[in-house]
């Protein structure tokens, strides 16, 4: 089985910077797509940023881009999510996610098999 844990989560002032981690167990990331997501209170799950490792492909969405940064470090296999100039809009839980197949859409949470439990992330104004 696979195992997801995401970490670097908090509390920041509107403004500044958080990066978030995603590590896994059992199969390395450099294989997969992967996404991260957030879910906001009281909203459904929403694509946040997306990197095909082997393919050096980015995918962000409008709200975050120019703002955010995903990477992977090739030594520790971990995803990375720089978060910069964090909006109060932000805030949310954030999921790490990973497809090992054919990633048709990486947009589409539908597309990823494996979730991490989350990170918290609350961005005050």
């Known amino acids: 089985q696979v195992q997801l844990v995401e970490s670097g989560g908090g509390l920041v002032q509107a403004g500044g910077s958080l990066r978030l981690s995603c590590a896994a167990s059992g199969r390395t990331l450099s294989s997969a797509v992967v996404g991260w997501f957030r879910r906001a209170p009281g909203k459904g799950r929403e694509f946040v940023a997306a990197?095909?490792?082997?393919?050096?492909?980015?995918y962000y969405s409008d709200s975050v881009k120019g703002r955010f940064t995903i990477s992977g470090d090739n030594a520790k296999i971990t995803v990375y999510l720089q978060m910069n100039s964090l909006k109060p809009e932000d805030t949310a839980v954030y999921y790490c996610a990973a497809d090992f197949g054919r990633n048709r859409d990486p947009y589409s949470s539908s597309e990823y098999d494996y979730w991490g439990q989350g990170t918290q992330v609350t961005v005050s104004s």
């Open positions: 990197l095909w490792w082997s393919g050096g492909m980015s």
